[in-house]
C-alpha cells in the first residue's frame, strides 16, 4: 500500500497530526500497535496555548465542555488540620489570550475528542497494527506493519515516529536518546471512591511519603499518584492500593471501590539528539520524555505534530525541503528547556510537595525567534517579534458583527494582515495565502485597538503569520524585498493561476 506520511502511533502527537493532514487533504496513514484506545487519565492538564491550537483544529470548545478548571490543593497535616491553595496562578483571559488557565481533562477523553474530530474529516486510526521494520531511499520510505492478518509494506513518503517514550522508530533510526534518569518512581491510577469531597485536589504527606488524590473533571473519577520506592515490586492490585492510601492519608475515611486503570513509571528527561534523520521525523515523547510534574507532555507532543504538520503538507505541494529542517531547529530548543522547568519543578514537589503551576507552564511565551523562517524588519525594541506567537484580538467585520483573529488561523492559510493600508495590495493573491486588511472602512476594523496595542501596529504595518499562528514577518513596508522573497519562497508552488 502506498501513503504520503505514515504516522507511527495513535497517541496525542499522532492523532493531532493526523487532523492536520486530514484538513489539508493530505494523504496518510495513521497506525497503532494497540487493539483499542489508551483509556487512561496520564496527562490531565491541556495548557492555554495547546487550547489556542485545539481551537484552531476544531475541537477546543469541545474539551472545555467536556472537562474543567483545575481545583485548588488541599494539603493535610499530620494532626489532621488542612490548609487550601491554588493549584493554578491563573491570569484573567484577555482579547489577547484568550485561555487564561489550563483545562482539566483526562487524557482518554482529550484522546477521544481528537478521534472524533479526526472520524469528522473521513479517517480513523487504523489500531492492531505494529510497525515491525522501515527502511528508507532517496524518495521514500518503505514500512513492515504486522496485524492479525500477517504482514504488510507500506510504501509511504516520510515516516513520523509519533510512537511514545520507549520509541521503535527511534531505535530504529539510532538517534541517541541521552538525558539522566532522575531516581524518582510513581504509580498513577484512576478509582472511584468515596468519603472525599470532589471540590479540592488532595494531598498528604511529604517525600516518599507523599499521595495525592485529585478528582477527574468530566468523570466519577479520582486520579491517584504518589511516589513509590526506586527498587523492588509495589503492590498495585486493589487490595494494595487501598492499603497505600489508607497508609499515607493515616486513616479509613476513604473507601476505594474501584481501580479502573494502574500504572507505575520511572522518570527520566531524555531529549533526541536529532528529530529528523532523512524521511523519518520524531514527534511527541519519541523525542522527549520528562517528569509529568509540569504538566507539559501531552501538550509538547500536540505542539510538535502542530508545527510538522502545514510543513509536510507544504513540502508535499511542492515547497523545498529545507522547510522540514526548521521542525527540529524550532521544536528541539523548546523540549529542551521544558526537560529542565519539569526537572526543576519536580525538585519542588519532592521537597515540599507542592506542585504549583503558572505562566511558565501556559507555553504562550514559546516561539522561534531565532528561527531561519522568523524576518524582523521593525527594529529590536518592539514588543513583539517575528518567531512569536501570534496574539489573537476582537475585532470587527464590515458590517459591524464580532470576529476574532484567530478565527482566521482556523483556514490553516497563511495569513498577511495589512494594517490601515494607504493603496491596494502589493503581493498578489495567491493559494495557501490570506490577505487581510484592517481599517475603518476595510473587511475588518480594530474598533477596540486589540490588535494595534497586541502587535504594535501603525498605520501601514504588516505582519505575516504562519500556518500555526507564529508571526512570520514584521515589517513596516509592505514593498520590503525580504517580504516579497519571503512569500515567493515560502509559497512557491502554489501561486495562483489568475
Ligand atoms: C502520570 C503522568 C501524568 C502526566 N501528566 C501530564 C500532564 O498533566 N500534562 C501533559 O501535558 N502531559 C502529561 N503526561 C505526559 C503525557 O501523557 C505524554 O507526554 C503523552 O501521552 C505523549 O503523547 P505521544 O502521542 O507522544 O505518545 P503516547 O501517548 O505514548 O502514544 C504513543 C502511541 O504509539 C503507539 N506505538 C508505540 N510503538 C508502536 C509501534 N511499533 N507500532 C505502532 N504503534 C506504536 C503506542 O501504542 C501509543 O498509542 C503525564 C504522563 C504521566 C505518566
Excluded at 510513581?186 to 472525599?196: E, F, M, N
Excluded at 504562550?364 to 506567537?389: F, K
Excluded at 486589540?450 to 507564529?470: E, N
Aim: charged letters at 25%; proline letters at 5%.
Amino acid at each position: 500500500m502506498h501513503t504520503d506520511i505514515l504516522i507511527c502511533g495513535a497517541g496525542a502527537a499522532g492523532l493531532t497530526l493526523a487532523i492536520d493532514l486530514a484538513r489539508r487533504n493530505v494523504d496518510f496513514l495513521l497506525i497503532d500497535q494497540t487493539r483499542e484506545p489508551f483509556g487512561g487519565s496520564r496527562g490531565k492538564g491541556i495548557q492555554p496555548r495547546t487550547l489556542e491550537i485545539f481551537e484552531a483544529l476544531g475541537v477546543a470548545d469541545r474539551m472545555i465542555a467536556a472537562g474543567g478548571r483545575y481545583p485548588s490543593q488541599r494539603h493535610y497535616a499530620a494532626d489532621g488540620s488542612h490548609h487550601d491553595e491554588a493549584a493554578i496562578i491563573a491570569s484573567a483571559a484577555t482579547p489577547a489570550e484568550p485561555y487564561g488557565e489550563p483545562l482539566m481533562l483526562p487524557q482518554y477523553l482529550t484522546e477521544g475528542i481528537l478521534r472524533a474530530r479526526l472520524a469528522e474529516l473521513g479517517h480513523a486510526p487504523q489500531y492492531g497494527q505494529t510497525l515491525a521494520g522501515f527502511t528508507q531511499d532517496d524518495d521514500g520510505v518503505s514500512a513492515r506493519v504486522i496485524s492479525a492478518d500477517g504482514e504488510h509494506e507500506v510504501r509511504a513518503r516520510y515516516l513520523i515516529g509519533a510512537d511514545g517514550g520507549r520509541s521503535f522508530v527511534r531505535k530504529t533510526l539510532g538517534v541517541d536518546f541521552p538525558g539522566e534518569s532522575l531516581h524518582a518512581r510513581a504509580v498513577v491510577a484512576d478509582l472511584t471512591l468515596s468519603g472525599l469531597t470532589r471540590e479540592v485536589w488532595h494531598r498528604w504527606g511529604k517525600g516518599g511519603q507523599q499521595i495525592s488524590l485529585c478528582l477527574l473533571r468530566g468523570t466519577p473519577l479520582f486520579q491517584l499518584q504518589m511516589p513509590i520506592p526506586l527498587d523492588g515490586a509495589f503492590d498495585l492490585s486493589d487490595a494494595g492500593i487501598a492499603a497505600a492510601i489508607r497508609e499515607r492519608t493515616g486513616g479509613d475515611d476513604i473507601q476505594v471501590h474501584a481501580v479502573h486503570w494502574r500504572s507505575d513509571y520511572a522518570m527520566s528527561a531524555r531529549l533526541a539528539e536529532r528529530y529528523r534523520v532523512g524521511r523519518v521525523f520524531l514527534a511527541g515523547d519519541a523525542a522527549h520524555v520528562h517528569p509529568p510534574t509540569g504538566g507539559q507532555g501531552l501538550n509538547t507532543s500536540v505542539q510538535d505534530a502542530w508545527n510538522l504538520g502545514w510543513k509536510l503538507a507544504a513540502v508535499l505541494d511542492g515547497t523545498g525541503d529545507a522547510l522540514l529542517d526548521t521542525y527540529e531547529e524550532e521544536r528541539r530548543e523548546v523540549a529542551a528547556s521544558m526537560l529542565g522547568m519539569s526537572t526543576r519543578l519536580l525538585d519542588a514537589a519532592r521537597e515540599r510537595g507542592d506542585l504549583r503551576r503558572g505562566r511558565e507552564q501556559q507555553q504562550l511565551d514559546l516561539g522561534y525567534p531565532a528561527s531561519p523562517l522568523s524576518l524582523d524588519e521593525r527594529g529590536d525594541d518592539a514588543p513583539l517579534r517575528a518567531g512569536y506567537r501570534a496574539p489573537d484580538a476582537s475585532l470587527l467585520g464590515a458590517s459591524g458583527q464580532p470576529r476574532r483573529l484567530f478565527s482566521l488561523l482556523e483556514s490553516g492559510d497563511w495569513i498577511m494582515l495589512r494594517y490601515e493600508p494607504a493603496a491596494a495590495p502589493v503581493i498578489a493573491p495567491r493559494r495557501g495565502l490570506r490577505i487581510i486588511d484592517i481599517g475603518e472602512h476595510a473587511e475588518l476594523r480594530d474598533h477596540a485597538g486589540h490588535l494595534r496595542r497586541a502587535y504594535g501596529f501603525a498605520a501601514g504595518d504588516i505582519a505575516l503569520l504562519r500556518p500555526d499562528g507564529y508571526l512570520a514577518v514584521l515589517t513596516h513596508d509592505e514593498r520590503s524585498p525580504a517580504l516579497a522573497a519571503y512569500i515567493s519562497s515560502s509559497l512557491r508552488q502554489s501561486s495562483s493561476p489568475q
